[in-house]
């Protein structure tokens, strides 16, 4: 049974109320409001979840609190309203004063940017766009009416004035039972300031967005302590409906340097990737799925149970989906993966570790659903190794009870064979160990490609990272022909075709590493360079772009 919005205390939005008090809670609503000039910048992009917050706590507010957030939780009162061209939805705006409708677009001339009617006429269109797309073609059920309030059955969108960062949100209204409610939803006036997009194309992934919001609590309903699962749904929404507009970027970093924390910690615009890996992996229509099992259980046991009709599970599915966060920025291998993966952030390191012979240890307490990265630099012997071992705990239990319980596991590299050890790749052993040892599984990365069954099983045709930074990287990763062995003949020509680097490299696995530095050591200019690898009649070429900033 699911909690009712309207009645619970503690289960709501549980990391905000233990962490902040009623009245900076209070203070946080406020700012989202606020018609100064001198805009307050926000974190969160939407309000559902503050004002999920805001309504399950009511009662604990004073009179006086009470009185100013049920005014800002009612219907704004405007002075003008149209209807959409497709019928789908009644606007409600100020035709004059500080938040009448301004979304900058390109190519505006002067009588666009004074016409009000302009920029109501293209939100509307974003807003028939995003529904056409998620109900009549991704096939959504159309959203409970709203008996009539604001005028009709439509569904209601209010143009107001919002605090710089805050782009929309979705406004709770009646409650229809088993914790379904009707709602409407509130947009910013004309997204300006601290937007990673700006007007109307910020305009437009809002309405992708809290239109998401209206279907997902009026149709599934409201599971209160998994607001995470409805922002990661109507963040990934955005890129399905606006494929070309990629406000999502803005936010995927936040995760990407927090993977070791329980998933129900992020706020869910940082993890819309997980949304793209199910879309990618399976199909778009996996998470319409996913959202018909809300309907009865919370999300994570919906993502499992979607998962096994695909003949999968939720460990295998996060592991995988820790492998492809792995392989962003630089470290993304083309045609794999994430599609748009060369354009996120690069996972960043959390747990680091210099590799010292014969073993070196390493233990986490890992909170439930989480992907633990450890990296480990192997200098020794002039080997410039990086060893990653991805350990996924898959403890779905504790996470949907919102537990603090935490999976304790050591992982132990060896440079040889050691008692309880598995070989990774030639030169390199492991052991993971732990009492809970069916809630982990592990993967391993050696010099930026995954390892399967003790074999570098990724194979690339390219050089890596490209482009290469001399600020964040170390060593360029240079393919030769497959199935060579020993040492090959390197040489690096600048654009002009000047040899600037001539040597005898290694082999390992196919690649072999060049630190980027020139036969007299010195770093090398920001440029094109061209690489030539040779071993007998067999020459493999290629370039890679060198920054020396």
Not at 97 to 112: A, I, K, L, Q, W
Not at 282 to 291: A, G, L
Not at 418 to 436: A, E, I, M, T, W
Not at 486 to 508: E, W
Request: hydrophobic fraction near 35%.
């Amino acid at each position: 049974m699911k909690t009712k919005i309207l009645s619970i205390t503690i289960l709501l939005f549980f990391s905000i109320i233990n962490s902040q008090t009623l009245d900076e809670l209070y203070t946080k609503f406020m700012n989202n409001h606020s018609h100064s000039e001198d805009h307050v910048t926000h974190g969160e992009k939407c309000g559902f979840g503050l004002i999920s917050s805001i309504k399950s706590n009511f009662d604990q507010f004073s009179s006086e609190q009470q009185a100013v957030l049920k005014k800002l939780l009612s219907r704004p009162e405007k002075d003008t309203s149209v209807v959409s061209p497709k019928g789908y939805f009644r606007i409600h705006f100020n035709l004059t004063g500080s938040d009448r409708p301004f979304y900058e677009f390109p190519n505006m001339t002067h009588e666009d940017s004074t016409n009000v009617f302009v920029m109501v006429d293209s939100l509307a269109a974003a807003f028939d766009f995003s529904y056409d797309y998620e109900i009549n073609t991704l096939g959504y059920p159309v959203p409970p009416s709203d008996n009539g309030n604001g005028g009709d059955d439509r569904i209601d969108v209010y143009v107001r004035n919002f605090a710089s960062g805050v782009y929309g949100q979705t406004v709770f209204e009646d409650d229809l039972g088993d914790n379904k409610l009707t709602s409407y939803i509130e947009i910013d006036d004309n997204f300006v300031g601290n937007y990673f997009v700006p007007g109307l194309q910020a305009a437009k992934v809002t309405a992708a967005h809290e239109l998401h919001h209206v279907i997902q609590i009026g149709v599934y309903g409201l599971w209160s302590s998994d607001v995470w699962f409805y922002e990661v749904t109507s963040t990934s929404m955005e890129e399905f409906v606006y494929d070309d507009i990629n406000d999502y970027y803005g936010q995927i970093s936040n995760y990407l340097g927090r993977t070791h924390q329980t998933i129900k910690s992020n706020s869910g615009y940082n993890l819309t990737i997980l949304n793209l890996f199910f879309q990618e992996k399976y199909n778009v229509d996996f998470i319409k799925r996913v959202w018909e099992y809300i309907d009865d259980v919370p999300p994570l046991q919906a993502i499992s149970n979607a998962l096994l009709e695909n003949g999968s599970n939720f460990a295998e599915a996060f592991n995988e989906f820790g492998i492809w966060t792995y392989f962003t920025g630089y470290r993304t291998q083309p045609g794999k993966y994430f599609e748009e993966a060369a354009n996120y952030p690069v996972l960043n390191s959390i747990f680091d570790m210099d590799f010292s012979s014969p073993t070196t240890s390493f233990s986490v307490n890992s909170a439930p659903v989480s992907n633990n990265f450890i990296f480990f630099a192997n200098n020794e012997d002039g080997k410039n190794d990086t060893i990653v071992a991805l350990v996924t705990n898959s403890d779905i239990t504790s996470a949907i009870n919102s537990s603090s319980t935490i999976t304790q596991f050591d992982y132990t590299l060896g440079s040889s064979s050691f008692p309880g050890s598995l070989k990774l790749v030639d030169g390199y052993y492991k052991n993971l160990g732990s009492d809970s040892p069916g809630l982990l599984l592990d993967k391993a990365f050696f010099n930026n490609l995954l390892i399967e069954d003790g074999v570098v099983s990724e194979t690339a045709d390219f050089a890596f990272p490209n482009p290469f930074n001399y600020s964040s990287h170390v060593r360029i990763f240079i393919p030769t022909d497959s199935n060579l062995e020993g040492f090959v003949d390197l040489n690096i020509y600048s654009i002009s075709m000047d040899l600037v680097y001539s040597g005898q490299q290694n082999i390992v696995n196919n690649f072999v590493n060049w630190n980027a530095l020139d036969n007299n050591n010195n770093k090398l200019p920001t440029g094109i360079y061209f690489y030539a690898t040779r071993s007998g009649d067999s020459v493999n070429k290629g370039k890679i772009a060198i920054y020396n900033e």
